[in-house]
């Protein structure tokens, strides 16, 4: 296990105004690294709510800081916005303060998220119909904004097909950009079909805009915290069943994500620097 007692673990998440939801995954993720003593300390920073990133390098004792964004995608947010707010100009930063800043990739577009889509498709799946009738669509915001949005989820898709999971398709979807999530009954025929929102968390458009794009709700829902369960599974629209995951980000494992990407950082990304 990754052991690193005198260096500190920053975890960035966006967080949120307007759904409480938004920022729980991080602090369950922190929580889960904090208990396996991984780090001389666990700390988690968010651009919409408190701590804010700019206040938290103040909180932190440690010299030595490796900052892992709980982020899906590699684009304007972690290369512009996040070194921005953070004031730190590469992969490692000396601050005029003393700290060693080590600035990790997003967690997105890590390899073995791959895996961690497919578990979480074929548990939501259990005694579905064979895989070879059922396509699996990752789905995504999606921009006309910025093409990295969506390379990570193409990225991830193609790894899927490449990987030999047995699903009829593999196919990647958006909410903003086609192709649209909304259209799912025709970008596949396969009786049954199971969505995996690529997102961190259950927050606003994984739980209240992406069902009703499916037609599994007529309007959004409450948050995701305000209810007493995830609406059960499956969905059934004629003859064919639509199965809906949570994001992915909510999935345990995502602790472990993290860890690779600071081992990432310490056998790639850091020698490459140098």
Known sequence: ???????????????????????QPTWEISDAIREMNCFS????AFWKEEPSFRQIFAAIEEKEIYVVP??????????????????????TTVTAEGKTIHYCDPVGIHPSMTDLLAKRALELLGEAPSLDE?????????????KKSTDAIKDQVTRLR????????????YMEEAPFISDWRTLTQCPTVVVVPFFIADGLHSFQDIPVMLGIVAEPTAAA?????????????????????RAIGTEPSMAQVILDQVKHFDDHIQNEAA
Not at 2 to 20: C, D, M, V
Not at 70 to 91: A, C, D, H, K, W
Not at 134 to 146: E, R, Y
Not at 226 to 242: A, C, I, K, M, V
């Open 225 to 245: 915290s305000q209810l007493s369960s995830f609406p059960e599974n499956p969905h059934n629209f004629g003859n064919r069943q639509l199965f809906y995951s």
């Open 70 to 91: 709980n982020f899906i995608s590699e684009g304007y947010f972690t290369r512009q916005v996040l070194p921005r707010e953070l004031e730190i100009s590469g992969p």
């Open 41 to 44: 300390s666990v700390h988690c």
């Open 134 to 146: 059922t396509a699996l669509i990752i789905v995504g915001h999606g921009t006309g904004l910025n």
């Open 162 to 173: 490449e990987s030999g999971h047995e699903f009829g398709e593999i196919i990647d979807a």
């Open 1 to 23: 296990m990754l052991k690193k007692p005198n260096a500190a673990l920053l975890i960035l998440g966006h967080g949120s105004t307007e759904n409480p939801d938004s920022s």
